[in-house]
Structure formats: structure tokens, C-alpha cells
């Protein structure tokens, strides 16, 4: 069992930065793959982005490339989004998920579990 708490959202405007954090409870936290997602009011779930469980290997949805970094500290069970070069159109709910697959996934269903999320409002 893996309990996720997301923190760092807030409003920020157009061109600025955030960095969110999912804290994640387990003593198991490096054996999972971890991901981003998030939701746009009226809007399905998206990927935003994963890392492997040794942080290795990074992917990010085509929307975020180059904006947006994942990283993680395994020793504090602690995965990282931080968010460069802002948009409205990022403005959502952002989740953090841990994943049993080895490389994660794009898709909801490939995480087994989720935090509540965090706001992200980018003003224009």
C-alpha cells in the first residue's frame, strides 16, 4: 500500500514556474514507477509524465516537452514535477500515481495508486 499527498500547486502567471512534490508514504516507494497527470475541468485524466523506479528513464506527453521535469528522491520517497514556461491552457488539477509496471505508463489504468491532486491556475 502507497499513500500519495501532492503539494506545491497554486496560481501563478503566464511564463513563470511551479514545482510540485507527492510525498509518498511505504517503505517500498523506489520499486515503483511513478507518474503525473492531470485534469482540465469537463476533461479526461492526461499523462503528463513518468519516471522509472531507479530514475533513469523520463517521458513526457508531447504538450510538456521541454517545459516540464520529472525527477525523484528515493531516499526521501518523494517524486518531483517541476514546471517551467507556464500556460493557461496548463491550468488543471495535477495527480501524482505510483505504478507496479517497470516503466510506468501513459494510461490511467497502468497506476495502482493516486494522490488527491493539487491546483495549477496559470493566469494569462
Known amino acids: 500500500q502507497v499513500q500519495l499527498v501532492e503539494s506545491g500547486g497554486g496560481l501563478v502567471q503566464a511564463g513563470g514556474s511551479l514545482r510540485l512534490s507527492c510525498a509518498a508514504s511505504?517503505?517500498?516507494?523506489?520499486?515503483?514507477?511513478m507518474g503525473w497527470f492531470r485534469q482540465a475541468p469537463g476533461k479526461e485524466r492526461d499523462f503528463v509524465g513518468a519516471?522509472?523506479?531507479?530514475?533513469?528513464?523520463?517521458y513526457y506527453a508531447d504538450s510538456v516537452k521541454g517545459r516540464f521535469t520529472i525527477s525523484r528522491d528515493n531516499a526521501k520517497n518523494t517524486v518531483y514535477l517541476q514546471m517551467n514556461s507556464l500556460k493557461p491552457e496548463d491550468t488543471a488539477v495535477y495527480y501524482c500515481?505510483?505504478?507496479?509496471?517497470?516503466?510506468?505508463?501513459?494510461?490511467?489504468?497502468?497506476?495502482?495508486?493516486w494522490g488527491q491532486g493539487t491546483q495549477v491556475t496559470v493566469s494569462s
Open positions: 511505504g517503505r517500498t516507494f523506489s520499486r515503483y514507477a
Open positions: 519516471i522509472s523506479w531507479s530514475g533513469g528513464s523520463t
Open positions: 500515481a505510483a505504478s507496479r509496471r517497470v516503466g510506468g505508463g501513459r494510461a490511467v489504468y497502468e497506476y495502482d495508486y
